[in-house]
């Protein structure tokens, strides 16, 4: 690669799903990207992809990671594989590579997948995003965490134990993924005394957002859900 | 005010230091404001305003709020008053006020002062912005959460055992606010084996930003610091 200098992987977070929630500098780089690459599932359309759509020069090669999003399990580590291969071919050409994230590319997000395969070998850039934390608490219109509050983040998948046993140490706490586990998360918080300081929040900053105290939410939810509690004094309120 | 309808009261996050971390909607909002309020210590300049200058129009009227921040205490709630008080003209002659908050509004902002006096008489809006957590990872360049892990944010005020029962319950932790509690917070993370897994970053995104492994960490830390810690499996590295 004499004289050739490597492309950088940029891993861009395009925020929670409303186009204007992306940052200036994520508006930046893809406009101008020469590769593109993104999660998509099995069917239908990429939410990274779709909420950077107006930006994505038509001119772009487009790299989709397609994943099934059928059952929860991890995702298949050979769609990464492939993808860092064709990903590497690009960054050795010297061309930067524009990888979209839902919310911010190190939250919980399979960019890391991308990451752990290049990131030694290529120059990398995060460009953080708003991640669906503060879209959930933004849209229920609620303060996430005050002064010196805890937050606990917690996936729904967790054992009731589990999430028990950390919803107790924390002042603040968010479910996230909650999906499938909706009513057995409703179960705990209920048994837990803690329904009346609780909402619920599915596809945060879209058009289709719902938001409502969690006794109000539907009987199923998306695997794009949250539950926010807040258990600490209410410093607003006083 | 019969035949007229209030202003909204608009919770702006501007993101964690960079300018171009603001969002789309952040950057249109603050263009056309025609008044801007936001904090700002007693000797040198507003943070949030800062980020914001490039945007800040000419002729927008600006509400300083003056909080000592010598002091760890929480703000004077006198000056949230005042503030309140003036933001509420506008919002009663229809006049719409945004509130700039550095990182998000509803993540550990001063902006819940505001919030707890207005926002039920008054619209409001909030605006999610990059909060500092995502914004130290991406400059750290070390994913943040992963899979089902735990993450729980600590401020570092509290006291040693609060933070380690929390911190091993935990697989990513973060410590904000770090500021002069680093040498005890160093002392603690160091008795429980975990300064390997430990980065310390301050002033994220911005020019004069900081960011090394723990154990290199300066004597001194700002207020705007923050430590994080992965002790989880590294799905990353395998």
Sequence with gaps: MTGTLSGTLMGIGVGPGDPELMTLKAHRLISVARVVAYPAPDSGESFARRIAAGVIPASAEEIP??????????????????????????LEAGTDVAVLCEGDPFFYGSFMYLFARLAERFPVEIVPGVNSLNACAAVLKRPLTARNDVLTVLPAPLPDDALRERIEAAEAVAIMKVGRHLPRIRALLDGMG??????????ASLGEEHVSPLAEAPETAPYFSMILIYKGIDPWLT
């Design 194 to 203: 803690l329904t009346e300081r609780a909402g619920y929040i599915e596809r």
């Design 65 to 90: 990671m397609v994943v099934s999003m059928k059952a929860e399990r991890f995702p298949a580590q050979q769609v990464y594989r492939e993808a860092a291969e064709r990903i590497a071919g690009h």
